[in-house]
């Protein structure tokens, strides 16, 4: 199973709304990763768990907050955003983020802020 | 800073042409990866290089890496319709968890 989940698919939501973007793994990855993506632009990093601990936080406000609860699950949880942070948000897995690593991309969750 | 560019851009080509993408990158790194994104899509990992002089072939794309000159192509040979996306490289920076996307390129084979 070569598959990275994420729910939900779409996501609309209001700058004082609480939501959260679930992202899962089963092929025994140890590293998880969250890109966002705007329209026509590459995916830029904003976190990355190694081993179920924060390695990266690539200064993202703390209206984005991730968590992972083990090493399968990745979360994003969103509060008070502003419209400028719409965009599709991509999960990514590797073996274990130590370099050479091929990383598998999710779906994805195209967010809209109203 | 580590930027990663691409060139061209943009690519329109006629069905059956060949055609090179360029990704140069500003600081020492020996592991380089293509993504190919459809419109709508995620990515979906195309070649992983990982020393100076890799070549890796799938189909009609071919991608190769000079470490010592910052660059890697993806050549494309007898383009079909199929192979329109975004092609994009990235940089694994410094052997961390950071990876580094580049500019992206835009490919229209037209039929």
């Known amino acids: 199973d070569t598959e990275v989940t994420q729910t939900p698919k779409h996501l609309v939501m209001g700058m004082t709304n609480k939501k959260s973007l679930k992202c899962e793994q089963h092929?025994?990855?140890?590293?998880m990763y969250w890109y966002k993506q705007k329209a026509k632009k590459p995916p830029e990093l904003m976190f990355v768990?190694?081993?179920?601990?924060?390695?990266i936080n690539e200064s993202v406000p703390s209206r984005f907050s991730p968590e992972c609860p083990n090493s399968s699950l990745l979360n994003l949880h969103l509060h008070a955003l502003q419209p400028e942070d719409s965009a599709l948000y991509l999960c990514?897995?590797?073996?274990?983020?130590?370099?050479?690593?091929?990383?598998?991309f999710g779906p994805g969750t195209r967010l809209t802020v109203l | 800073e580590l930027k990663v560019e691409q060139n061209p851009l943009f690519l329109s080509m006629q069905e059956g042409k060949n055609y090179t993408i360029y990704c140069n990158y500003s600081?020492?790194?020996?592991?380089l990866y293509w993504y190919r994104q459809d419109p709508g899509k995620s990515l979906e990992s195309l070649f992983v290089?990982?020393?100076?002089?890799a070549v890796k072939q799938e189909g009609r794309l071919m991608a190769s890496l000079d470490t010592k000159a910052r660059l890697s192509t993806l050549h494309i040979t007898a383009a079909v319709h199929d192979l329109s996306a975004t092609y994009f490289c990235?940089?694994?920076?410094?052997?961390?968890?950071?990876?580094?996307f580049g500019t992206g390129t835009r490919l229209k084979v037209l039929a």
């Open positions: 990235a940089v694994d920076y410094g052997g961390t968890y950071k990876y580094i």
């Open positions: 092929m025994g990855h140890r590293a």
């Open positions: 290089l990982l020393s100076n002089g």
């Open positions: 768990y190694s081993y179920e601990k924060l390695s």
């Open positions: 600081t020492t790194s020996d592991r």
């Open positions: 990514a897995s590797s073996q274990d983020g130590g370099g050479a690593d091929t990383q598998y």
